[in-house]
């Protein structure tokens, strides 16, 4: 843990070593976080070289999330649109 805190968040040793233990767990996860961030855009542009590559010899109408479907695109499936989501706010505060 000292050297991810140190070393990744760019904390000094004589800060790391106020920290609490709460403090800690959020700096580790955001550090967490926005690594999977980068790791998803190398792997989005990835994927979108392959789509243009692949292009003419792919059907007509075929997406890109159809031609190489990643894991957060079923993610983005499950969220509700912004729309509906005003809707239910606005039931459960009538």
């Not at 000094?12 to 961030?37: H, K």
Request: proline letters at 5%; aromatic letters at 10%; hydrophobic letters at 40%.
């Amino acid at each position: 843990m000292f050297a991810t805190a140190v070393g990744v968040a760019c904390i000094s040793p004589a800060d790391f070593d106020l920290l609490t233990f709460d403090e800690l767990d959020a700096i580790i996860g955001r550090v967490r976080m926005n690594e999977d961030q980068s790791e998803q855009m190398h792997w989005e542009r990835s994927r979108q070289m392959a789509y243009l590559i692949a292009g003419p010899y792919l059907k007509r109408g075929t997406t890109l999330k159809q031609f190489w479907p990643m894991p957060w695109d079923k993610a983005d499936k499950e969220l509700k649109p912004a729309s509906s989501m005003h809707r239910i706010l606005q039931q459960i505060s009538t």
